[in-house]
């Protein structure tokens, strides 16, 4: 599922191996390995070195580990970050509705916001009445929530529904899986305050129905959706949203999977939080 080039975002389209040697006990006609036992320092240099790379190793994860704290950190240690770079800084502190929620007041803050917001915007359970009244209320800023309320309403209607296999209620026919997962490819923030920001999210998703018999069957899109956010009770929320086609890769020579294996995926892998 994917909108129109340019709408507002409420159109009808939705090497080698390792090995271990074991040295014998000496004596007899010689070493196994063509020399005598090296002098006992060095193996004792060896175990020295490989000790403080371990400390190392394990510093660097206890670092980078989540520390389980609900608050998220703030940007002052990502200075410095390339745009497309992860920077390791918690994202959010809970969810609400299912949907991650607490972000941080700041540019990075936004770009996760961005990115979650995306990801609900385009999933399944957009169309769905019921929950979809839910991510309106929790995505969107208040006086935006009964205008947008009825324009999703209107553009994922009965037509629409009907067009993509499934029932008033946003449900697909038995033995077919309605797909609509979405993935953040990266974000690019366009604008920042305080108070509002507009942020780019580079997108990858699949669409589509599963089983057989469908007349929608899945396939992937590529397209960046833009958000305009604002700073409101606490947290970033969407004034507004569209989305264009593209950036797109060109497709891989690869076999497409049949419509259990993609059902079974969909079923089995869950999604995630994404953040800057």
């Known amino acids: ?13 939705a090497g080698g191996t ?17 020399g005598a036992r090296r002098p006992t320092r060095n193996s004792r240099s060896l175990v020295t070195v490989v000790g403080v790379v371990v400390l190392l ?33 918690r ?4 969810k609400h509705a299912g949907i ?7 540019d990075q803050g936004a770009q996760s916001a961005a990115a979650n917001y995306a990801v609900a915007l385009v999933s399944a359970d957009i169309l769905k009445p019921d929950r ?4 309106v209320r929790r995505l969107f800023v ?14 994922y209607g009965k037509e629409f529904l009907d067009k993509v296999g499934l029932d008033e209620k946003g449900n697909a026919a038995e033995g077919l899986t309605y797909v609509s997962r979405t993935a953040p490819m990266g974000t690019k923030i366009t604008q920042y305050t305080d108070d509002s920001a507009s942020v780019d999210v580079w997108c990858t998703g699949v669409f589509g129905s599963a089983g057989i018999g ?19 009770s606490g947290d970033w929320k969407v004034e507004s949203f569209s989305q264009k086609e593209g950036p797109a890769p060109v497709n891989a020579d690869r076999t497409a999977s049949n419509a259990d294996e993609i059902a079974k995926a969909v079923e089995e892998y869950g999604g995630f939080t994404y953040a800057r």
């Not at 074991?22 to 006609?29: A, D, V, Y």
């Not at 994202?91 to 809970?94: L, N, Q, Y």
């Not at 979809?132 to 991510?135: E, G, V, Y």
Request: no cysteine; glycine share 12%; proline share 5%.
């Open 18 to 34: 390792g090995q271990t040697r074991t040295r014998l006990p000496e004596g007899g006609t010689g070493d196994v390995y063509g």
């Open 132 to 135: 979809r009244r839910d991510i």
């Open 100 to 106: 991650p929620a607490g972000y941080a007041r700041d």
């Open 57 to 89: 190793i394990a510093a660097i994860a206890f670092a980078n580990r989540g520390d389980g704290a609900d608050s998220p950190r703030t940007t002052d240690t990502a200075k410095g970050t390339s745009p497309t770079a992860a920077t390791g800084i």
């Open 142 to 155: 208040s006086n935006k929530v009964a205008e947008l309320e009825a324009r999703f309403d209107k553009a």
């Open 91 to 94: 994202p959010v502190a809970g």
């Open 214 to 232: 469908s007349t929608n069957p899945v396939t992937n899109d590529w397209f960046t959706m833009t958000l305009k956010l604002r700073w409101a």
């Open 1 to 13: 599922m994917s909108y129109d080039d340019e709408t507002d975002g409420y159109g009808s389209g």
